[in-house]
């Protein structure tokens, strides 16, 4: 059985004014902010050899990033082999939101739950993110 999520990769949700809630975090609770969001660092324990992050990142209310409605988060998973887990989702039937993208960081796919809302997956490309959380961390 191929392994499916492998972690969380982000939480994103959206909020009135992401400046300034992003400057409140960083001065009561330390959360600097790199050019994608807040990076935690950490290194997976069945490969420690290797980089990786978390992203904590707020968006403008008006992103349709999340999808239509009133969706005000989306968590991104982490997986292995995404365009395996695609298919296999979508022979499942689960809803598909829109066609898989690659980037030099990730290929990314989403999907929607029972419950309407839409899930981000990417499976890492390269140690991009894993580097930057190296540099731009807050742990």
Known sequence: MMKKV???GGVFFKAKDPAALQAW???HLGLKKSPFGVLFGW???DKP???ACTLWTPFKESTDYFGSGDQSFMINYRVENLEALL???QAAGVTMAGEM???DYGKFGWIIDPEGRKIELWE???GTFGDMAQEH???
Request: no cysteine; net charge negative.
């Open 6 to 8: 492998t972690g969380l």
């Open 101 to 103: 993208q690659t980037y």
């Open 124 to 126: 890492p490309i390269g």
């Open 87 to 89: 298919a296999e989702l």
């Open 25 to 27: 975090y960083e001065q």
């Open 43 to 45: 290194r997976p324990f």
């Open 137 to 139: 961390s807050i742990y």
């Open 49 to 51: 050899g290797e980089k």
